[in-house]
């Protein structure tokens, strides 16, 4: 099983600010077959990004991701309001896994 | 547009099963997976196993081999998880979601509003 580590557990940062998100696996993945999804509290996950760097249908681009083999970052140009919120990365080359999360909150 | 929807929420005993169903709408059920997710109260998430809608064909997360049957109605487009000898660990919120993969699992990109189990003696 691929184990995902996802680093800052927390982020603080204000609006406006750049978020860096890190996602390490425990072996490669195969085809960058990594996802990132960001959940809300009482809402389902929604699909920001797959293949590692490919935007889902209508997420705006201030969100990018990016990374091959073991590493991979999620990046937030610009907090805005709504994207405090708790980041999970996933990986889905072998059985699938999922990261410990990040949460980003409001400093 | 698609749309997921899951039935509701349970309490069951230790020992118990429970079948969670999904039922999916606004696209072709058989051109798509279906897996589902857990996510336990405070904690993240968990990949449970996946469902081909076209051939049925299964992968299952192997801590949870032996304890878990995903099964689709492809009349109703309906997808189903049964989760048997219920401890108290499992009590989570179950999500199914649509799976892009229809001969593997991969990126799921709609997901149901979830359904509370709750396992308590």
């Known amino acids: 099983e691929i184990v995902l580590t996802q680093s800052p557990g927390t982020l603080s940062l204000s609006p406006g600010e750049r978020a860096t998100l890190s996602c390490r696996a425990s072996?490669?993945?195969?085809?960058?077959?990594l996802a990132w999804y960001q959940q809300k509290p009482g809402q389902a996950p929604r699909l920001l990004i797959y293949g590692a760097s490919s935007r889902a249908t209508g997420i705006p681009d201030r969100f990018s991701g990016s990374g091959s083999g073991t590493d991979f970052t999620l990046t937030i140009s610009r907090l805005e309001p709504e994207d405090f919120a708790v980041y999970y990365c996933q990986q889905y080359g072998s059985s699938p896994t999922f990261g410990q999360g990040t949460k980003v909150e409001i400093k | 547009q698609v749309q997921l929807v899951q039935s509701g929420a349970e309490v069951k005993k230790p020992g118990a099963s429970v079948k969670v169903s999904c039922k999916a709408s606004?696209?072709?059920?058989?051109?798509?997976?279906i897996s589902w997710v857990r996510q336990a109260p405070g904690q993240g998430l968990e990949w449970m196993g996946w469902?081909?809608?076209?051939?049925?064909?299964?992968n299952y997360a192997q801590k949870l081999q032996g304890r878990v049957t995903m099964t689709t109605d492809t009349s109703t487009s309906t997808a189903y998880m049964e989760l048997r000898s219920l401890r108290s660990d499992d009590t989570a919120v179950y999500y199914c979601?649509?799976?892009?993969?229809?001969?593997?699992?991969?990126?799921?990109?709609?997901w149901g509003q979830g359904t509370l189990v709750t396992v308590s003696s």
């Open positions: 606004g696209y072709t059920f058989t051109s798509y997976g």
């Open positions: 072996q490669s993945v195969s085809s960058s077959y």
């Open positions: 469902i081909s809608a076209y051939n049925g064909n299964t």
């Open positions: 979601a649509r799976d892009r993969g229809l001969v593997v699992p991969a990126v799921v990109d709609y």
